[in-house]
């Protein structure tokens, strides 16, 4: 089940940025963070495929949504300029990220080559 993230939740379940300088990764298992609008086209085309990925990795990953509009500090912190921009935070290293919709595909891909997970 994808999970939208406030400021307080993202420092709990991904990275806290107030008490690390340092990348210090909080979850339990490797995640994706979607920063989105609601008003952009584009986040809304990845969404569904979001959803599937969600179901199919389910237990093996963390899917989040970060809202861009309503948490404004977070998107700031990461230096967002486009949406959709999609992080893939493994549970050791650094994460990465992505810019725009990408295809189911390339997102698998970036689950096994980045996190280091398989289906």
Not at 58 to 71: L, R, W
């Amino acid at each position: 089940m994808i999970e939208f993230l406030t400021k307080d939740t993202f420092k709990e379940k991904v990275f806290n940025f107030e008490k690390n300088k340092e990348w210090k990764f909080e979850g339990d298992k490797p995640c994706m963070i979607d920063f989105y609008a609601d008003w952009c086209g584009p986040c809304r085309a990845v969404a569904p495929i979001l959803e599937e990925l969600s179901s199919e990795y389910d237990g093996k990953i963390n899917i989040y949504k970060v809202d861009t509009e309503a948490e404004q500090e977070l998107a700031a912190m990461f230096g967002i300029q486009s949406i959709p921009s999609l992080l893939f935070v493994p549970s050791e290293g650094q994460p990465q990220m992505a810019m725009g919709a990408l295809p189911k595909d390339s997102l698998k891909k970036a689950f096994k080559d980045v996190l280091g997970i398989d289906e």
